[in-house]
């Protein structure tokens, strides 16, 4: 990988230099991975003319690791467990060569900012913008790898949670409990904190589960993902508790079915992306449900749950082959719950199969 990463940064390189900086300081986590395979906390990466530098703290006995450390870039450990690396780092960049510096002014404070600037008397600061989450927008086939092993996790302990017996369990237990079978997979850790909502939490947009048990006839809304190698992916299903769902639950359920497939059909290169929110919402709106619907109707995915792009009613921009992305339309009514049906998709021309779903859970109606 270590050449995909020097080939990612040279992208960088080059980007920066077409905007007038000659060097880059990268802050934001998410992006160090991206361009190094690794990102201890607080680390930051340097990219200077004469060299390129990760700087970070001393790394604590134990303490885990997000990645693989790289062995074609210089490290550079603080000394000190109190400084800064991006102060550090900004420090040593007149000397190798630079004498401007682009930061990633929406991932730094104002505080440490101002910190760089104060030893950084000659070098002019540049907006670095989004440059490398621009970068990371479409996926080589290696980090799509990675999503699609992070999906059969998924799928694998949503499976074995449903063979399970549920009523009466708490949403919270049965969290932890997915959250446990995601690490028994092989994942990394959960995408992001699972969701689980029962009865009028069901169909709610990132419900933090609470200690309500399920019951039968209720809804249950299930939204979980896997991390693996750094990648993640979401899946969302809802289902009926005990018996033969309600005619209510049947209907709203089919609207909501038929406005996640209508947002999958919708996904392919070129699409705007609040076109593909237009499709998902339209069928909600037309079924009388337009004022209980979600925000968005999905976002991008990859090293970060909630990447760009944005699909939203005021996205702008177009989707790109190789680009994953969520579709997740849903209804939540607070007086008696919702529904929620959410997959994690790759977009792909027509001529390659168009839309490629990697999470697979059985999307039929499910009374367990």
């Given at each position: 990988?270590?050449?995909?990463?020097?080939?990612?940064?040279?992208?960088?390189?080059?980007r920066?230099?077409?905007?007038?900086?000659?060097?880059a300081?990268?802050?934001?986590?998410?992006?160090?991975?991206?361009?190094?395979?690794?990102?201890?906390?607080?680390?930051v990466?340097?990219?200077?003319?004469?060299?390129?530098?990760?700087?970070?703290?001393?790394?604590?006995?134990?303490?885990?690791g997000?990645?693989?450390?790289?062995d074609?870039?210089?490290?550079?450990?603080?000394?000190?467990?109190?400084?800064?690396?991006?102060?550090?780092?900004?420090?040593?960049?007149?000397?190798?060569?630079?004498?401007?510096?682009?930061?990633?002014?929406?991932h730094?404070?104002?505080?440490?900012?101002?910190?760089?600037?104060?030893?950084?008397?000659?070098?002019r600061?540049?907006?670095?913008?989004?440059?490398?989450?621009?970068?990371?927008?479409?996926?080589?086939?290696?980090?799509?790898?990675?999503?699609?092993?992070?999906?059969?996790?998924?799928?694998?302990?949503?499976?074995?949670?449903?063979?399970?017996?549920?009523?009466?369990?708490?949403?919270?237990?049965?969290?932890?409990?997915?959250?446990?079978?995601?690490?028994?997979?092989?994942?990394?850790?959960?995408?992001?904190?699972?969701?689980?909502?029962?009865?009028p939490?069901?169909?709610?947009?990132?419900?933090?589960?609470?200690?309500r048990?399920?019951?039968?006839?209720?809804?249950?809304t299930?939204?979980?993902?896997?991390?693996?190698?750094?990648?993640?992916?979401?899946?969302g299903?809802?289902?009926?508790?005990?018996?033969?769902?309600?005619?209510?639950?049947?209907?709203?359920?089919?609207?909501?079915?038929?406005?996640?497939?209508?947002?999958?059909?919708?996904?392919?290169?070129?699409?705007?992306?609040?076109?593909?929110?237009?499709?998902?919402?339209?069928?909600?709106?037309?079924?009388?449900?337009?004022?209980a619907a979600?925000?968005?109707t999905?976002?991008?995915?990859?090293?970060?749950?909630?990447?760009?792009?944005?699909?939203?009613?005021?996205?702008m921009?177009?989707?790109?082959?190789?680009?994953?992305?969520?579709?997740?339309?849903?209804?939540?009514?607070?007086?008696?719950?919702?529904?929620r049906?959410?997959?994690?998709?790759?977009?792909?021309?027509?001529?390659?199969?168009?839309p490629?779903?990697?999470?697979?859970?059985?999307?039929?109606?499910l009374?367990?």
């Amino acid at each position: 990988m270590s050449e995909v990463h020097a080939s990612r940064r040279l992208r960088l390189r080059e980007r920066c230099s077409a905007a007038g900086s000659a060097a880059a300081l990268v802050s934001r986590p998410a992006n160090i991975r991206y361009l190094t395979g690794w990102a201890p906390s607080d680390a930051v990466l340097m990219l200077a003319p004469a060299e390129d530098l990760l700087v970070h703290r001393r790394r604590v006995y134990g303490e885990p690791g997000e990645g693989t450390p790289p062995d074609d870039l210089r490290r550079v450990v603080l000394p000190s467990p109190d400084g800064d690396p991006a102060v550090a780092a900004a420090d040593l960049a007149p000397g190798l060569g630079a004498d401007s510096l682009a930061v990633e002014e929406h991932h730094l404070t104002v505080a440490r900012h101002r910190a760089i600037a104060s030893v950084t008397p000659s070098l002019r600061l540049l907006d670095l913008g989004q440059a490398v989450e621009q970068l990371r927008l479409v996926k080589d086939e290696e980090e799509i790898a990675c999503l699609r092993i992070a999906a059969e996790i998924t799928d694998q302990a949503l499976g074995e949670l449903l063979e399970s017996i549920l009523v009466g369990r708490t949403e919270r237990h049965l969290a932890l409990e997915l959250e446990r079978r995601l690490a028994d997979h092989g994942a990394d850790g959960p995408a992001f904190p699972t969701y689980v909502g029962t009865g009028p939490h069901s169909g709610a947009a990132r419900h933090r589960p609470t200690d309500r048990r399920v019951e039968e006839g209720d809804f249950l809304t299930v939204c979980l993902g896997a991390c693996y190698r750094g990648y993640r992916c979401e899946v969302g299903r809802t289902f009926v508790i005990g018996a033969a769902p309600a005619n209510w639950q049947i209907d709203l359920y089919d609207v909501v079915f038929d406005a996640q497939r209508a947002g999958r059909e919708a996904l392919a290169p070129g699409a705007s992306c609040r076109e593909i929110d237009l499709a998902a919402r339209r069928v909600l709106e037309r079924a009388g449900h337009g004022e209980a619907a979600g925000s968005w109707t999905g976002h991008g995915v990859g090293l970060e749950i909630d990447e760009d792009p944005r699909l939203t009613p005021s996205a702008m921009g177009k989707l790109d082959a190789c680009v994953p992305v969520t579709v997740e339309p849903g209804v939540h009514f607070p007086d008696r719950g919702g529904v929620r049906i959410d997959d994690t998709l790759v977009v792909r021309p027509t001529a390659d199969g168009g839309p490629e779903l990697l999470t697979i859970t059985t999307k039929e109606l499910l009374a367990l």
